[in-house]
């Protein structure tokens, strides 16, 4: 067993997911400043304060009010040491969702406790449930009027198959909330509305039968007693196992922005999520306690720092330790590389670190050498599985506004593509860029960071391409033949991969019985 045991086992390393506007980057904001990362947390659309959520750094972040990429934070609570992704919400940018949903060990998921459940929250939970990762749930917005406390536990098990066992429940809602009753630690905190620090106020009674509670919540307090007496009676227990497995997942009241439930949710979460476990390779199973390093790069983001137009990978730590000034193994590449330069970060700020361990993520400076689902280990050839590229459902065609600037066209395109911003295709019959994305957003994304990152003027126009699949065969011949009948259709990624491009699923669908022996696949696990 390695001597890295202690430290292991103390890291949490998972994700947030919602639907957009459940409040999670808001969410985040809270941890934080129960972990101590911040002092104050910010409203997150206070844009004539000039405060925007710590988490959202890029210029387009604070310009739309949204999360586009993916934030990778690290804090220390109650000797945990804590690593937080927060994930875009919307789903334009779900490919970046799900390539960091493959480098956590568990989710934290927000759900708008008016909304319920919502489409982007199934598609995440999809994935969740394909690595069978385990997720806590956080109800939000409790502040105001929403859906019964039963009713969205109801359509959490209907619409995402999971076991729902609340361990808070909410004190009416709207203006009627209170607070929660803690069924974990069976606590009662009282809060006051609008708290922006994360000192408490208020009471904290240990029994829910005290008279105390009757004079501070008039008939409140005896709806709160029924409801946990039917609670304890008709819900299932809380199970560690199941939890674990992906089949259960324990349900938290709050509202974020108040501060209500937050911390009862963290301290849970702290105790019953798992510390990192092994991953699976191509050729075997990795355990984090192995003493050699290794890990893999799930995230490159460009010009972090526009003034230094770095480069960054986001590398998962997956086995031994990581210490500075290294050597690991490079295993697409074939050569050994040295992380002389390693940083943790808290949203857009950075520190150097000098060791790390598994379940920690750290950014690398990177040159142009790594990209997504590269692998990195000591002594031993290791591809980490499961990190995919998905095919893209949006086309459009760059126009470069200024020919001159083919070649700072070509840079921006090759490292945004290398981000997993957007997939870039170059047709073999002719000249010129056609982007590929699961959401349109992207496309707009793309031409304003070209513009303030590359100095590119370009936009995009229609293309007739709405499908795209990548092909391969086991006969080279009949390949070979494909491509040469269908050369307008046929594009390679940014990888050299080759791509068939369509304009419709029927299209493809006649495309594929013409042509037995050629696959044409949907997604593609990226290559090493």
Request: a negative charge; glycine letters at 8%.
């Amino acid at each position: 067993m390695s001597d890295n045991k202690k430290e292991i086992d103390r890291r949490r390393t998972f994700g947030i997911i919602s639907h957009p506007d459940a409040g999670k980057t808001t969410l985040t904001e809270k941890l934080l400043l129960f972990g101590g990362a911040i002092q104050q947390a910010g409203a997150v659309k206070g844009r004539k304060a000039g405060r925007y959520a710590r988490s959202d750094w890029m210029a387009i972040e604070k310009e739309r009010g949204i999360s586009v990429t993916t934030s990778v934070m690290k804090f220390n609570y109650k000797d945990f040491e804590v690593n937080l992704l927060d994930t875009p919400g919307h789903q334009d940018f779900s490919e970046d969702t799900y390539r960091v949903l493959t480098a956590v060990d568990s989710a934290l998921m927000v759900i708008d406790n008016a909304k319920g459940v919502e489409h982007q929250t199934e598609k995440l939970m999809e994935v969740c449930r394909m690595r069978n990762t385990p997720i806590i749930t956080f109800i939000n917005k409790l502040d105001r009027e929403g859906m019964m406390p039963l009713d969205i536990l109801d359509d959490i098990e209907n619409k995402l198959q999971i076991e729902c066992t609340p361990l808070s429940w909410p004190i009416g809602m709207g203006k009627r909330f209170k607070g929660v009753y803690n069924l974990y630690e069976k606590e009662l905190h009282l809060f006051t509305p609008g708290q922006k620090t994360k000192a408490r106020q208020g009471i904290v009674i240990n029994d829910i039968n005290d008279r105390q509670l009757d004079d501070i919540l008039g008939s409140q307090a005896d709806e709160l007693r029924q409801d946990i007496e039917l609670i304890e009676g008709a819900a299932d227990p809380f199970e560690l196992e199941h939890f674990l497995a992906g089949s259960q997942t324990p349900v938290f009241f709050g509202s974020a922005i108040n501060n209500f439930g937050v911390k009862e949710m963290l301290d849970a979460f702290v105790e019953m999520a798992p510390h990192p476990g092994p991953r699976a390779a191509v050729t075997r199973e990795v355990s984090p306690y192995e003493k050699t390093f290794s890990g893999f790069a799930f995230k490159i983001q460009a010009n972090m720092n526009p003034s230094h137009r770095d480069r960054i990978a986001f590398i998962r730590i997956c086995s031994g330790k990581f210490t500075k000034g290294m050597k690991a193994f490079h295993n697409r590449i074939g050569k050994d590389v040295t992380f002389s330069n390693a940083t943790i970060f808290m949203a857009n700020e950075r520190a150097n670190v000098a060791e790390a361990y598994p379940g920690d993520i750290i950014g690398i400076y990177n040159h142009g050498t790594i990209k997504i689902g590269d692998t990195f280990s000591e002594k031993e050839s290791l591809k980490f599985c499961g990190i995919p590229n998905f095919a893209p459902e949006f086309f459009k065609r760059v126009i470069l506004k200024n020919p001159m600037k083919i070649k700072h066209l070509q840079k921006g395109l090759t490292q945004l593509s290398e981000e997993g911003v957007v997939q870039v295709f170059r047709p073999i019959s002719e000249s010129g860029y056609i982007l590929g994305a699961v959401g349109v957003l992207q496309f707009d994304i793309t031409m304003e960071r070209l513009k303030s990152e590359y100095g590119v003027d370009a936009i995009y126009e229609h293309v007739e391409y709405n499908v795209a699949r990548w092909i391969e065969s086991d006969d080279p011949k009949r390949l070979q033949d494909f491509e040469r009948e269908n050369i307008a259709n046929i594009a390679k990624d940014a990888e050299g991969s080759k791509a068939y491009l369509t304009t419709s699923e029927w299209q493809l669908g006649y495309c594929m019985k013409q042509w037995p022996g050629i696959e044409f696949y949907k997604t593609r696990e990226i290559s090493e």
